[in-house]
């Protein structure tokens, strides 16, 4: 073959080689473009070398047949071989015997590599369509959890819904009942007091002439003192009593949503913190406040407003981990954007980073162990956002949280 392209010039560049393997070998790595090699040896190697990357592009160009012969003058052997072949030949297994050793190796039967290679793919498939099963099934799963959940959620709002529609009952039925002893006390203790005062006179008198004596089991000299400021105190107490239980008949009143009336911020703040005196002291013993003077009306729902600030001073009080710790509330006015508000800040533990822009979403709570269902900063942000305004978290500096509230003037106060 060497010799032929010598003789024919056909115009190729001559790289030489020891064996046919090693002319495959570079034929497979790129250094050359055609390797010229014996055909049934070419594609023998192919497949004892693994090398896949190359083909038979061309037929054998020149055929040589194979013979036999013997030592000259041996005519009896020879004669014997003839008759052999003849043998072979005539009976056909001469070709089988060439088609097993000597005929062409492109006809390979069964193809078994691409049979592996098909299985191979399919695998490959079928493992692919399950793991897009399994993930679709966990998925399917994780949903159907959630969903059971939000459905438990509504479930336990609905029981507290009606809860609070019993509630509400109750107290008319409780604030009735309380308001009538208490009409009685606001009624006589003033009555009492002018009797007081009509009598000292004469206590007093008597007290100079006669010196000290006893009045309801004590010195005269110790009851002049302490009679006035208890029944101040009972007084004050009773008025106390009244403004409580009138707060939780309004608190617990179903309102229409809208409804729309005139309110001031400020009287709303007063209520709210009348109602949570007790809960606050429970928490903190440094709590304080300041409103703003001469704050413009707002137009809205006054009560759908108590219920947001109670929301955020109950989480304040929460959020506080000792009772040295403050809560201060301030309201402002903001008269360039016609909008009134509350500042609630705290010392407690703060929120971290991660969570600040997740809290106004439902079902958000980082106290769900502790019976927390996430609804009271997002019901609370859609009742600001009502009333044209917002809520909005910060740090607050050097610990702590700070809680904005927002909502818009009455228009007639422009």
Known sequence: ???????????????????????????????????????????????????????????????????????????????????????????????????????????????????????????????????????????????????????????????????????????????????????LLLLNLPIIQDAWHDCEATLEERYKEQGDFDLGGLPYSQMRQEIPALLEDMHNGARRIKRIVNDLKDFSRQEDDDIRETFNLNDVVNTTTRLLDNNIQKYTDHFSSRLASHLPDCSGNAQRIEQVIINLIVNACQALENRTQNIHLETFYLPTQNLVGLDITDQGHGISPEDLPRLLDPFFTTRREHGGTGLGLSISSGIVKSHGGQLEFAANQPRGTRVRMTIACHQETL
Request: charged letters at 15%; proline letters at 3%.
């Open 1 to 183: 073959m060497h010799d032929y392209l010598l003789q024919n010039n056909v115009g190729a560049i001559i790289n030489t080689a020891e064996t046919h393997a090693d002319a495959l070998r570079q034929l497979s790595s790129g250094k050359h473009d055609f390797a010229l090699v014996a055909n049934l040896p070419g594609l023998y190697l192919e497949q004892e070398l693994g090398l896949n990357n190359i083909m038979p592009v061309g037929q054998p160009f020149q055929a040589q047949q194979y013979g036999y012969a013997v030592l000259q003058g041996n005519e009896a052997l020879l004669a014997r071989f003839s008759e052999g072949l003849a043998i072979l030949n005539n009976t056909g297994r001469k070709q089988e015997i060439y088609n097993k050793w000597l005929g062409s190796l492109q006809d390979r039967g069964i193809p078994w590599r691409d049979i592996g290679k098909i299985t191979f793919w399919a695998s490959v498939l079928l493992l692919i369509f399950l793991s897009v099963a399994v993930i679709w099934n966990r998925l399917l799963k994780r949903e159907v959890n959630k969903r059971t959940r939000e459905l438990h959620i509504q479930q336990q709002q609905l029981i507290q819904a009606d809860k609070m529609t019993s509630l509400g009952i109750l107290v008319s039925g409780v604030a009735h009942e309380i308001n009538n002893p208490t009409g």
